[in-house]
């Protein structure tokens, strides 16, 4: 049985909205596609083809834990807008809604009747559903996801938290969800969005699209940290207008597959990103970073930084691809991948792909993969730190300075904590 | 306390301790001193367990127990400590987290709980004043953007928290200017009591009139070749090392 076999019946199930002829247009696009094999030159280190379902399965509502039973990391200590979703779908008993005057935070489902026109304007209008086979997927089956909408010039004074739950019952599910994000001219907001899979195994493809208009700031963090069990493919493309600033950072602290695409399209002059990101990896596990920043126009400037970790024999991919197009002249565009290897039957496979088309511009990238440096462990270990927590405390030294650039203290310590729980250290 | 028995080893084919013998009583002060090259870091550094060399012979008994059978960690909870020629900088982690993890890695050795957020504070509080370390250094990355007098003090600063029964300070003194050698001197004389022991690893005499050693070592090629008091160092300062060459036929 091939996973696309039952895909006109689970499409031909679903609720007809003002989307509809977008999704069918992108089923059309899907279709054509398929899942890639390894032959796909995007695909080419990451073999997903056979670690998906069988049949696509959408959620169904089945549930083993109601609602009021479900333990999550809630961020409770953080103050802000707690959107929940529970295998996608918008979970409002769990959520809670800080009102701010200006800022729309929302299951995309429920207001997607009030804000129609709103949506129409910018639903699929980051991604790219003709050649990118898991944005076709979910445009054609995502049916909820996070909307968050900030008006013209308002600073949201709290970060809106998007947490993704998936329940027991639904092993066979491939959950598929969708965020809008709109920030219009002016406005600046934080948003976190954190996946937890706390037990058994689970498929998501997951995308994201984010509007940064003029002079507007988004700064969107996604957690990947209770994700063991989890096979997905995380997709979050921004368009970033003139003088905005963009920052979209990645930390994935575990994940039997996960594959990130993280593209900025850098659409309007004078507009800065930042991509960031820190994986680590263990066991047979594989994360693959797929990083695009297209710079369009002139003045504009991206950095990103990508550090991983990589034990066990697990494998991980840094793709990081930078196009300056020609009229894009005065571009700054830097990229830094590091990664180092615990063991000696781990790999990473890095690949900077720099396509420069203007001839005034800076452009660099740098790739290094390495070891725990042995003079820094013998200095620990000379001070009584057994050998297990002293590489635990130098991968932390080296993947903390990511959490480092983080907004929200708050947030920065509670990553600080996680990232020493994952490498077993306490100070 | 320690006992060093005709101790040979090297690195790679190349041999660098030659037959060293030493015995270092509670209480007592050992400065060894000598020409560039001929195996003092060496020592240090093997006492500290460090993996780069390989001992052929001999044997380093500390409190009745051969260390060289034990990894660096287990040394340095037993209660040995090297102050390091070169501190080296680890961005990202502070000195006082580092500190917490020392410190609770030898309380668990010794059977004891992780001590309280509290008496840490005080403790940290305590030790960084014997040498004049600011509390700002504390929080910061370990040694990164310190000037070597500030590294040094530092070392000491960690000596201090940790309270070792045997101290290794190799060339301490190397990169100082005279007020932080009068700092760090008299930090290490605070710190010294009846029950532990320090061995001073120095090119120059300088130090020895801050830590006013029991006994001076000489060493030349891999062995200690003349054994004094304080004033062996005055005499090594006045006349070089080259007499100590013809001595030993070198």
């Keep these: 049985m091939a996973f696309t076999d039952n895909i006109d019946n689970t499409f031909a199930a679903l609720e007809k909205d003002v989307l509809t002829p977008e999704r069918e247009a992108a089923l059309a696009s899907f279709k054509a596609l398929g899942v890639p094999s390894g032959r796909h030159e995007e695909w080419k280190y990451t073999n997903i083809k056979t670690k998906l379902p069988e049949s696509l399965r959408l959620d169904d509502g089945r549930r083993t834990t109601d609602d009021s039973q479900r333990k999550f990391n809630s961020f409770k200590n953080i103050e802000g807008t707690k959107l929940v979703f529970v295998n996608g779908s918008y979970a409002p008993a769990l959520s809670a809604i800080a009102a701010q005057d200006g800022v729309v935070a929302g299951s995309l489902r429920a207001l997607r009747s009030q804000h129609a026109d709103l949506i129409a304007k910018h639903f699929n209008k980051a991604t790219d559903t003709t050649s990118e086979n898991f944005a076709a997927l979910n445009t054609a089956f995502a049916q909820d996801g996070a909307f968050i909408y900030i008006k013209r010039n308002v600073k949201a004074a709290q970060p809106v938290f998007i947490i993704h739950l998936y329940d027991a019952a639904a092993a066979d599910v491939f959950t598929q969800s969708r965020n809008l994000i709109i920030a219009e001219e002016g406005a600046e907001i934080n948003i976190v969005e954190d996946f937890q899979n706390a037990a058994g195994e689970k498929f998501y493809n997951h995308l994201a699209e984010i509007f940064v208009a003029a002079n507007a700031e988004v700064n969107y963090v996604t957690l990947q940290l209770d994700n063991k069990h989890t096979t997905s493919v995380n997709t979050i493309d921004a368009r970033v207008d003139q003088d905005a600033r963009y920052h979209i950072t990645t930390l994935t602290f575990e994940g039997k597959l996960v594959r990130n695409n993280v593209n900025a399209y850098m659409d309007g002059k004078g507009a800065l990103a930042t991509l960031n990101g820190l994986y680590l990896c263990t066991a047979n596990n594989h994360i693959d970073s797929h990083i695009l920043v297209d710079h369009r126009v002139p003045h504009c400037d991206s950095n990103q930084v990508y550090k991983g970790v990589l034990d066990g024999e697990s494998t991980g991919v840094f793709n990081g691809k930078i196009f300056v197009r020609k009229d894009a002249q005065k571009t700054n565009a830097f990229q830094s991948s590091k990664a180092i290897l615990l063991s000696d039957e781990a790999s990473v496979n890095s690949k900077p792909q720099l396509e420069i088309y203007a001839d005034d511009v800076k452009c660099s990238h740098g790739a290094a993969i390495g070891q725990i440096n042995k003079n820094e462990l013998f200095y620990l270990l000379a001070r009584g730190i057994d050998e297990a927590t002293a590489r635990g405390i130098l991968t932390y030294a080296y993947g903390s300075s990511i959490i480092a650039d983080l907004p929200l203290e708050a947030l920065r310590d509670h990553l600080y904590d996680r990232l020493k729980e994952r490498l077993n250290i306490t100070f | 306390m320690l006992h060093i028995k005709n101790l040979h080893a090297r690195v790679g084919d190349k041999e660098i301790l030659k037959g060293l013998t030493l015995d270092i009583n509670p209480g007592e002060v050992h400065a060894i001193m000598g020409p560039n090259g001929t195996g003092k870091s060496t020592l240090a550094s093997i006492i500290a367990g460090k993996a780069d060399y390989e001992v052929t012979a001999g044997e380093i008994i500390f409190h009745g127990k051969n260390i060289l059978e034990m990894s660096a960690d287990e040394r340095a909870r037993e209660g040995i400590f090297l102050a390091f020629q070169y501190p080296v900088e680890i961005p990202g982690v502070s000195t006082t987290n580092f500190m917490k ?36 250094y504390l929080s910061r990355s370990i040694n990164e953007g310190f000037s070597g007098g500030e590294k040094k003090r530092n070392e000491i600063f960690q000596m201090a928290m940790l309270e070792p029964l045997f101290s290794v300070m190799d060339e301490t003194d190397s990169g100082l200017d005279i007020d932080a050698l009068r700092i760090v001197a008299e930090g290490v004389n605070k710190l010294r009591d009846k029950d532990n022991a320090f061995l001073v690893i120095t090119h120059y005499q300088r130090l020895l009139n801050y830590i006013v050693p029991d006994f001076v070592h000489v060493m030349y090629d891999g062995r200690i070749v003349k054994t004094g008091d304080k004033n062996l160092a005055l005499r090594m300062e006045e006349k070089g090392y080259d007499w100590i060459k013809e001595e030993v036929g070198a």
């Excluded at chain 2, 059977?111 to 509390?135: C, H, T, W, Y």
């Design chain 2, 101 to 136: 993890a020392a410190l609770n890695a030898k309380r668990k050795h010794q059977g004891l709980e992780p001590i309280s957020a509290k008496d840490f504070l005080k403790l940290m509080n305590e030790k960084r004043q014997i040498v004049e370390l600011d509390k700002s």
